[in-house]
């Protein structure tokens, strides 16, 4: 296993240098590592299976990758599946076998962003994985179960890495801090407090993050004597390119966007604006965002509040003409608006009912004194015969007019709520229903 975590080269970043060597030495995911869990209990007894390793960036998914081989004392092949093709997997497989034939040794095949092979990559593992000339153990930041085939996630064991928290990244800090054969101990750097919350904030849950940011702040240090003095002006500087975790497009974006939507629909103008402005920090278009809250406006307001999609259209008009960042207050405006509204999902149940029924119903024929007639064959034919205006009648009603084809009558899509705007118009609607059971309680009474 020496071999395997040979750390002491100084011209490798630190991050590298830094790298776990053993289950004690590795630092977070306790939920997975924890002495009394069933993977370190794997891992520390040698036991191989196919694995994939989802978590965000500098959790530790290729740490983790090599200590299992390493404990193994399998033979470890590394592959990018940014630059791997079918013919990179099929010799490392080709390796495997060799290995498995001339010593008895077991492979872990190792592949970092599994998730950007392809359908035809992915399914070459599969034979190999079943008669075991390889344990592939891939690393993802993307959700396996979009991005992997169900084939190969059958026959592999998925462990969640989390982002690492404050405590954890203190803990990698200070072993760098500290460890004078593979850290920066001989340089006896010395961090004031503040300089060390910047670099645990600038850091995200990222370790790999936090130790090249602490290995540049290093060579900006001020020396006195031995010392390297790494102050807050320091840090703050190597830290204000530090983005927040956003991938625009992938795990995170939707998991952010969804925070957005529900603190909207939980009527929640503070938690809202704090999604927006996350997502916003982490570099997503804002033109994005306009949409999806626009769709809000429709989905979650509806009728409760109308006024909300205009709102929404011309927060999105704004962007355009203003851009970034004036055009961007709009948008805040419309989402904590939209926080705030009264809520109906009427409209969004409604449509789907409607849409459900007018595809199961078929072509049903459009009753005739509904049908358009513009040509004088199609009144003969009675097209448009008794058709009554509304405008014509009493409050714009007609009593007992049908507008449903004759086996649908009486069909109701639309509840609205007891909400806003909506509240009015369920009155409405209630009134007018009354009207028409009268007007078919009368017309029973005269038969």
């Given at each position: 296993m020496s071999e395997l975590f040979e750390t002491t080269n100084k011209f490798r970043p630190l991050a590298d240098r830094m790298r776990p060597r053993t289950l004690e030495e590795f630092v977070g995911q306790k939920h997975l590592l924890a002495e009394d869990m069933p993977l370190?209990?794997?891992?520390?007894?040698?036991?191989?299976?196919?694995?994939?390793?989802?978590?965000?960036?500098?959790?530790?998914?290729?740490?983790?990758?090599?200590?299992?081989?390493?404990?193994?004392?399998?033979?470890?092949?590394s592959l990018s599946a940014v630059l791997a093709g079918v013919k990179e997997i099929r010799e490392a497989i080709a390796a495997a076998r060799l290995a498995q034939d001339q010593k008895g040794q077991a492979t872990v095949l190792f592949v970092d962003e599994i998730h950007r092979l392809n359908k035809a990559q992915q399914d070459v593992f599969l034979p190999h994985m079943e008669d075991g000339t390889i344990h592939l153990l891939g690393a993802t930041t993307e959700n396996p179960s979009f991005e992997i085939n169900?084939?190969?996630?059958?026959?592999?064991?998925?462990?969640?890495?989390?982002?690492?928290?404050?405590?954890?990244?203190?803990?990698?800090l200070e072993a760098a801090l500290t460890d004078e054969e593979r850290g920066v101990g001989e340089s006896h750097v010395e961090l004031d407090k503040e300089a060390r919350d910047v670099l645990i904030r600038a850091a995200d849950g990222d370790a790999r993050v936090l130790l090249n940011l602490l290995e540049i702040?290093?060579?900006?240090?001020?020396?006195?004597?031995?010392?390297?003095?790494?102050?807050?002006?320091?840090?703050?500087?190597?830290?204000?390119?530090?983005?927040?975790?956003?991938?625009?497009?992938?795990?995170?974006?939707?998991?952010?966007?969804?925070?957005?939507?529900?603190?909207?629909?939980?009527?929640?103008?503070?938690?809202?604006?704090?999604?927006?402005?996350?997502?916003?920090?982490?570099?997503?278009?804002?033109?994005?965002?306009?949409?999806?809250?626009?769709?809000?406006?429709?989905?979650?307001?509806?009728?409760?509040?109308?006024?909300?999609?205009?709102?929404?259209?011309?927060?999105?008009?704004?962007?355009?003409?203003?851009?970034?960042?004036?055009?961007?207050?709009?948008?805040?405006?419309?989402v904590i608006y939209l926080a705030c509204a009264p809520k109906s999902n009427a409209a969004y149940k409604a449509y789907k009912l409607a849409m459900a029924q007018a595809k199961e119903s078929g072509t049903l024929e459009v009753p005739m004194h509904l049908r358009n007639a513009?040509?004088?064959?199609?009144?003969?034919?009675?097209?448009?015969?008794e058709y009554q205006y509304a405008h014509d009648s009493e409050g714009a009603y007609v009593e007992g007019e049908v507008y449903f084809p004759e086996s649908l009558v009486g069909t109701q899509f639309y509840f609205p709520v007891d909400r806003g705007q909506e509240k009015a118009i369920a009155e409405w609607l209630q009134r007018i229903r009354e009207i028409a059971d009268k007007a078919v309680a009368n017309e029973l009474v005269r038969e």
């Open positions: 370190h209990q794997a891992i520390e007894a040698g036991h191989l299976h196919s694995m994939v390793f989802w978590g965000p960036p500098g959790s530790g998914k290729t740490t983790l990758a090599r200590m299992v081989s390493g404990y193994a004392s399998a033979q470890f092949i169900n084939a190969l996630l059958s026959r592999a064991r998925v462990y969640v890495l989390k982002v690492l928290d404050s405590e954890d990244l203190e803990a990698v702040a290093l060579d900006l240090a001020v020396r006195e004597g031995e010392k390297a003095l790494i102050n807050v002006e320091v840090m703050q500087q190597v830290a204000s390119q530090g983005a927040r975790r956003f991938d625009k497009g992938g795990e995170y974006f939707y998991d952010q966007i969804s925070a957005l939507h529900k603190a909207v629909r939980g009527s929640d103008p503070d938690a809202s604006l704090y999604w927006l402005c996350r997502i916003l920090d982490g570099g997503c278009d804002p033109r994005y965002i306009a949409r999806r809250v626009t769709r809000m406006a429709s989905e979650d307001i509806g009728n409760a509040a109308p006024q909300a999609l205009n709102l929404c259209l011309s927060a999105w008009q704004a962007y355009e003409r203003l851009g970034s960042p004036e055009g961007e207050l709009a948008i805040a405006s419309a513009p040509t004088k064959l199609m009144k003969d034919l009675g097209y448009g015969k």
